[in-house]
């Protein structure tokens, strides 16, 4: 679940993230979107959410699962484009009380991995996976889908896979897990 050392929960900073992509494969497929959901002291403070430019095509099955188009993204910013403000928003300087968090975590961060690595850019942070979590604090649960972890918290969404309401879902799972931390 943490990498590297545990930090005081009071002074990390969990970046949310949850983004729509082309395809299944960080190294082939392109992101469509992405959401970061900043938690400090067990609040949101800061969000970040826009629609990428793949340039690739976004298959119709993938437009089927996220309702994003071609043309949703023809002439949206790209990756490039907006890597300095994902990592502006990040804020990489104190790495070490710092959590890339998210629902399968290794999905999303893989993307992020990939596509900051084809523009020469490092990124490189710890994570946490709140499905991990579920497996192992909600036993009981028989699946740990972000759809099943939510309502098993009465967690509603707006948009099923669609990058901000698949990480504030997210964020709110993990404050449910938090929370018993804090008290």
């Known amino acids: 679940m943490l990498e590297n050392r545990d930090p005081n929960i009071f002074d990390t900073t969990f970046i949310v993230c949850d983004v729509e992509t082309t395809g299944l494969s960080p190294v082939h497929n392109r992101m469509t ?3 970061l959901i900043k938690v400090q002291n067990g609040e949101i403070t800061d969000k970040f959410s826009t629609l990428i430019n793949p340039q690739q095509h ?6 089927n699962l996220t309702g994003i188009t071609n043309e949703d993204v023809y002439n949206k910013p790209t990756f490039s ?19 890339f968090t998210g629902h399968n975590v290794g999905f999303d961060y893989k993307f992020l991995l990939h596509s900051f690595s084809r523009i020469e850019k490092e990124f490189a942070l710890r994570t946490l996976c709140t499905c991990k979590l579920a497996r192992s604090l909600l036993k009981r649960l028989k699946s740990k889908s972000l759809t099943n972890v939510a309502a098993h918290f009465d967690i509603k969404f707006k948009r099923k ?4 309401d698949d990480a504030l879902a997210t964020t709110k799972i993990l404050m449910n897990f938090l929370i018993p931390l804090t008290e």
């Open 33 to 35: 979107e992405i959401a």
């Open 161 to 164: 896979h669609r990058a901000y």
């Open 81 to 99: 484009q907006l890597s300095d403000e994902i990592l502006s928003f990040i804020d990489l300087s104190d790495k070490n009380n710092l959590i």
């Open 58 to 63: 976004i298959p119709r099955e993938i437009t």
